[in-house]
Nanobody, 119 residues
């Protein structure tokens, strides 16, 4: 079992930056692929960025060059550095942990943190 707690959301002006953190409890954090998803108002949840257990990263086209995902396995934490924020980045951001074991896909979600980009 993995519990995820996000922090770092808030209100920021367009062009500003925020850093989201997701602290994970439980063991074997380094074996999980970690991701950030977001759900804009009135829309479906969408992938923002993922980082594999080996450190490989992938980003949604809409955030490439602006957002950076990273992980610190010693601290059981994954980060999302968000720069050059736009109003369309406004959403609830969710942390996700995923791994496959013996044919079973284990997926965990955090409770979400609100990011609002507005002047």
């Amino acid at each position: 079992q993995v519990q995820l707690v996000e922090s770092g959301g808030g209100l920021v002006q367009p062009g500003g930056s925020l850093r989201l953190s997701c602290a994970a409890s439980g063991s074997n954090f380094d074996t999980y692929a970690m991701g950030w998803y977001r759900q804009p108002p009135g829309k479906q949840r969408e992938l923002v960025a993922v980082i594999s257990s080996g450190g490989n990263t992938n980003y949604a086209d809409s955030v490439k060059g602006r957002f950076t995902i990273s992980r610190d396995n010693a601290k059981n934490t994954v980060y999302l550095q968000m720069n050059s924020l736009k109003p369309e980045d406004t959403a609830v951001y969710y942390c996700n942990a995923r791994r496959g074991l013996l044919g079973i896909d284990y997926v965990y979600w955090g409770q979400g943190t609100q990011v609002t980009v507005s002047s």
